[in-house]
Structure formats: C-alpha cells, structure tokens
C-alpha cells in the first residue's frame, strides 16, 4: 500500500512544476485527437520510446552514476526475444516480452556482476565493448536472421491484433507505449524515493562513505542496473512489434547507447523529468532536421553534425542539462 | 605450418601499426585522464590527408608522413583549446560525452566533404609490392614500412618522454596534475601539448595504414575500439605497454588464420564451417572485456 501511495506522490514538486506536467499530459492524451501529419505521429512514438530508454538508463546513469554507453544490447535482447517467438512459435507479444526481459535481466546480472568491479571511464568502455560483442554474435547468427535482422510480416495476422501488437494504424500504438511511459513515470517516482533510490544516490556522492554506512554498494549497482536492463528491453520488444524489421545495426549499434545516455544527460540526468525533457527536443529536433535537411538538400549527416555540436556544447557548458539550469535559476530566485 | 608461420608474421606486423594507432590514445590518457572517443577519426584525418596530398601534389604516399603529422598535431591543440578545456571542468559522464560528440562532428564532417565512397591509394613506391621470404611467408611492403615507422615512433616519444625536460613535466602533469602546477609547470599547456603528440602520432598512423587499407568516414570507430583494447591491455598512460600490448593485439586479430591452421592440421570437418572472420574483431572486444575485468591496470599501467 504504502508503495503504491509513494508512487502516485509527486507533492515535493513545485506547484508549477506539476501544472506543466499535467498539461502536457493532457497534450500528450489528446495528440491523437488533433489529426496531424503520420510523421508528427512517428516522431511522437520515437520520443516516448525514447523518454522510456532515458528513465531507464537514469536510473543507474543518472542516480547511481555509473555511466553505462551499452544499453542498446538490451534493447536488441529485447527487440530479437519478441521478434524471434512472434516469427518461429507464434507466441504473442504480453508474454514475449516478460521473457525477453528476463533474458535481459539476466544477461545484465552475467556481465553486470564482474562489471561492476570497475569505475568511471573503464566502466564505460567495458559497457560498449560487451555491446559489441553482442552485436557481432547476433550478426552471424542464422537463428537470428544474421546480418539481415528479422522481418514481422504484417499480413499473416489480421489488425488490429491487441494480442500480437500488429496494428496497421499507429494510433494503437502511440496509446500502447502512452500507457507504458505512464507507468514508467510512476515506477521512476517510487524509485527516487525507494531505499534503493537513497542508496544510490549516497553511492554516487560517495562510494566510501556508501560502504561505511553499510551499504552493500556492489549489489546495489548491479540491482539498479537490472532495473535500468529490465526498462530498454520491454521498450526493445515493443519496438520490434512496431518496426516491423530488425537488424542489428539499427537495434544495437553504439549510436542508440549513446543517444539513451545522452536523453538523460540533456535534459538532466538525476532528475525525474530529466529524460523525459531531454527526449522532448532531441528527437523532434533530430526528425526534423533529417526531413528538412537531410532530404531535400541533399546534404548528408548535416543533421548529426548539429547534433553533435548539441552535444558538445552542453557537456562542455552545462553538463547538469537543462534541468540544472532551471534549478540553478530557482536556487537563485530564492535567495 | 605455412599458415601458422604467415598468420604470426602477419599478426605482428598489423601488432606494430595498430600500436602507434594506440600511441596517442595511451598518452593523452596518462596526462589528463580523459578517454578520448574520437580518437579514430583523429586516424581517418591522418589517412585522408595521405591520400588527398599524394594525390592533390604527386607525391609519394610515404612522403606525405611530416605533413600528415603537422596537421595532427595542430588540430590536436586547436581541439584541446577550443573545447577539451571546457570539457576537463565538468564530471566524468560530460567528458565521454563530449569527446563522443567530437568524434560524430568530425565523421560527419568528413562524410559531407569527402562522400562515403571507400578510397583507396593505387600508386607509390611502396604499394603492391612485397617481398617473399620463404617458407610461404609475404612481407608487404607497406606494412613492413608502417611497422619500421611504428618502431621509430616509439622510440621517439619514448626518448620524448623520457629524456627531455618537456617529458619530464608531462609525466610530472600525468601523475599529479595540482603538484606539478604548484612546481610551475605550466600543465595547461602540457595538456594541449599532450594533444598535440596524440593527435600527431595518430595522424602519423594513418598516412601509413592509407598505404594498405582504403578509407572512409566510417573507419574510426573500429579503431577506436581497438586502440582502447591495446590501451587496457598495456596499461592506461603506458608508452612501452602500448607497444607490446599492440603485439598481442595484432595476434588476436590474426586468430582466424590460426583456426585455419588447426583446422587443417586437425583436420576436424566442424571447425571448418565457423565462420571465423566475422569474428574477427569481436576476439579484441572480448580481450577488451577480460582485461577490464581481471586486470584493470593492465599489463604495464599505473594507474587504477
């Protein structure tokens, strides 16, 4: 009960805070509803799945610290799981997707345990390594498809299939992910506040007085990092369901590691709406500039290279994300 | 026994070229603690400029080595003072991310000025030519060059480092950045400095690989990745660690040819169908991985 109470409990944010929120939640019910453009809807899909990817690296990123830049290997444990027993068993996507969680979780306990020895930038990099290595099994691995991925033929199911997530109208799926992001959001909330959250948070400030406290600081990270697992890889099964089509470069590549890392860290990492900001501009910015630029200009990666100037930028200037300057500027109104 | 006999050659001197591909890496992490990911595309700048000066001026492609240098070694300062100095303020995460972000500009860049198409070098003394030594064993000329150059190299930086008053105040920078500036070093510019010999002696490493492996945008990232195993692997700041690290690397690159050799020798029907070259990289991965795991100072390293 009590969990429950502190999930739904966001009153230690400012008013205006909430109001926001809330008006962007009624934006984000009624998206639907105003009839724009199939790209508007894609674009939208992207950054709730993406805001979804965000919560989950921030947890062990963002409250724990520990950089992780090996997340998308997730998100293709996911995304395969639900891939491979659609195609082969036909085994619909509500069960599919626990499972491939399991394997994720799993898989994260296997490398997250001796992983876990190591900090700050070895850290890091033992993360993109192990997602690499991954990456380059699955794209030899027949069962898998190999290189080619796996493609979900649309046309063996009848939609709108709620069972197997096949719809041929991305209204169904815009609300199916909504529902996930919600609940994310709530499950971030009890979290912060959560005896795990506290730990980590300790952790992150400092790991020797985490340890004299008698935090069992090795087990909290490898705990949270299965959490942070156990959110990419449902949103990797649904994307499965919605793509349609995976491959490996597009579902495990270093670049979606990154961009997860780098949600969080826009919008400011530690913070509940952190990701959910930082996915807010970085994929319609993203979306937009491929269409505009990309396309009809011809000019190719012009859109990655402003986003890499984005990136360059805050890091260098304002590593705490848009979030610390909005509390940076509230710190100073108060005083 | 041909086999094992090349594939060892061959893993060695591919060792040599991809440990001055590390050199700078190695270096820029022994002074300033930052984990540089763009530190591949600072190798395609080096392997583009190879090309396009032999091409643009006629050159020899081997000639074109101080000039490659001189241009890394600026962008390296210029990189470090326009933004890696912010970069050294923020927390950790911020400095991954930054230099990640470096690395995407930079590819990108490349991507719109020279077009994705794989590039390749046709002429120059060196290339095509190889010199046969028996016992089924080919040297390429190309490679051969890059591992004398590589070996020269090292020896360099290492009488740099460990000869002259500049060495002296960068290892000083690299083990206690505040003490040395209280000694009045001036580590701010030792850090760029430290850049500047990164950058170089990778852009160094690239007119030399362009003799033998054609470029494209995308090139970075795998040497990258390659470039952190040999640094994990002898040791984050370690110069003669990176050296023979860059062996043992090389080797594990050439494990394919060595399941050819078992597999004949052996003469197992199983062994035969593993499709060992796609593998070829994930090996350096997972060394990567073991390394970081059981040893995360590496062989040489003093710096946990």
Known sequence: METIKNAFDFSDFPRIDLSIAGVVLVYLLSFPALQLSSFAMVTMIQFLMFSLYGMGWNTIGGYGGQVDLGKAQYVGIGAYTTAVMLIRWDIPFWVSMPIGMCLAVGWSFIIGYPLFRLKGHYFAIATIATSLVLKDLFEVWDFVGAARGLEISPIKYHPPDFLRLIFKDDVYYYYVILVFFLIGIFYINWFRKSRLGYQLRCIKDNEDVARSLGINVHLAKVKTYAI??????????????????????????????????????????????????????????????????????????????????????????????????????RRRRRT | MD??????VAGLLLGMVLAIVALGLTIIFGVMDIVNFAHGEFLMIGMYTGLLTAQATGIDPLWTLPFA???????????YIGFVKFLLRGP???????????????????????????RALHHGILVGRSFDIGMGVILPATKLAAAGFSV??????????HRTKIGKALRATALNAQGARYMGIPTERMN????????????????????????????????????FAIVALGGFGSVPGAFFAGLVVGMITEIPGFWDFLTYTLDWDWMANVPMTSFKYMWVYLAYFLIMVFRPRGLFGWKQ
Request: hydrophobic share 60%.
């Open chain 1, 228 to 329: 942070a697992t156990a959110f990419v890889s449902v949103v990797g099964s649904f994307h499965a369901c919605y793509i349609k089509n995976i491959e490996p470069e597009d579902t495990m590549s270093l670049p979606i590691s990154i961009l997860i890392a780098l949600m969080a860290m826009l919008g400011g990492a530690g913070s509940l709406w952190g990701p959910i900001i930082g996915a807010g501009i970085l994929i319609p910015l993203k979306s937009y500039l491929k269409e505009w630029l990309g396309a009809t200009a011809g000019l190719v990666g012009i859109d990655l290279i402003l986003y890499a100037i984005i990136i360059m930028l805050v890091s260098a200037f304002e590593p705490r994300g848009i979030w610390g300057i909005v509390e940076k500027m």
């Open chain 2, 3 to 8: 086999i094992l006999l090349s594939s060892i």
């Open chain 2, 69 to 79: 240098a001189i241009v890394g070694f600026l962008m390296g300062i210029l990189c």
């Open chain 2, 92 to 118: 950790m995460i911020a400095q991954l991310l930054g230099t990640f972000g470096l690395m995407l500009l930079l590819r990108n860049l490349a991507l719109l000025i020279f077009g994705s198409e794989d």
């Open chain 2, 152 to 161: 020269v190299a090292f020896w360099g930086v290492w009488l740099l480092m």
């Open chain 2, 192 to 227: 760029a400095l430290a850049w500047g010999i990164g950058c170089g002696t990778v852009c160094i490493a690239g007119a030399l690989i362009v003799n033998f492996w054609s470029v494209s945008p995308f090139i970075g990232l795998l040497f990258t990745m390659i470039a």
